[in-house]
């Protein structure tokens, strides 16, 4: 990594936002992990409702474990590994629902992204069941209409599911048709190219690899800069009653 100078970085918290890029990237260990770096993205010590890690796996390196009372997605931004014997690469995704169990492998190495929230039950309805998926195969349609903004959903849109996870892709100059203030809270991360958020009444330079964590109601808008596309991939909660209280 190179140093950056006199201390400078993109990197910025507020109690409505966060903006983590990866020169401010610090490892954490985690017990259930071998041969494997975590670096905790965003989790509730921000204010968040999710916790957003990213695993670089060396070869051989493995995960498992218990969900318990949440909820697991993990997207391959690199590489190659095994989620629970189902064989993933780069764009290869898996939700495992609460109460499940999860262990990943990878004999090359990769890089992985999870997305965790505790799963709310809603009286009715069961819990839902392991999804594994690949983003080639998931057709994406344009955002209200804009095939300049292409939008994929990864999961399915059915009520059991409390979190959706989307990828969007901008042609350059792309951007999100008006500025978004929503109930919904994100946890996103940059997967190619660049782009300017808006975040509250700040603009950010945003670039591959950085991570970003967005409160209920913060106003957000993008647009992709540069000549090549920009995308990120980012979790939403979805089809739940406001908590009261």
């Not at 690469?89 to 929230?117: C, M, N, Q």
Request: proline share 8%.
């Amino acid at each position: 990594m190179i140093p950056t100078p006199l201390g400078t970085t993109r990197t910025v918290v507020r109690p409505f936002y966060a903006l983590i890029a990866p020169d401010s990237h610090v490892p954490s260990v985690e017990p259930a992990w071998t041969e494997t770096t975590a670096y905790v993205l965003v989790s509730a010590g921000m204010g968040a409702r999710l916790t957003q890690t990213l695993y670089v796996m060396d070869p051989g390196g493995r995960g498992a474990g218990r969900t318990h009372a949440d909820e697991h997605f993990y997207y391959v931004v690199e590489g190659a590994c095994a989620v629970n014997g189902h064989e993933l690469k780069d764009g290869g995704f898996a939700y495992i629902p609460a109460g499940g169990t999860f262990e990943l492998t990878s004999k090359a190495g990769a890089r992985v992204l999870l997305f965790a929230k505790k799963y709310e039950v809603l009286p009715g309805l069961a819990v839902p069941e392991a999804v594994f998926g690949d983003e080639d195969k998931v057709k994406s349609e344009p955002f209200l209409g804009d095939p300049a903004a292409q939008l994929q959903a990864l999961l399915p849109d059915r009520p059991e599911f409390d979190m959706a996870v989307n990828i969007f892709t901008y042609d350059p100059g792309g951007t999100l048709p008006f500025v978004e203030c929503h109930i919904m809270e994100h946890g996103m991360f940059i997967l190619e190219g660049a782009g300017v958020y808006k975040l509250g009444e700040d603009w950010h330079p945003v670039a591959k690899g950085d991570a970003l964590w967005l409160a209920p109601y913060c106003p957000q808008w993008f647009v992709a800069m540069g000549k090549t596309r920009a995308r990120y991939i980012y979790y939403k909660d979805v089809n739940r009653a406001p908590r009261l209280g």
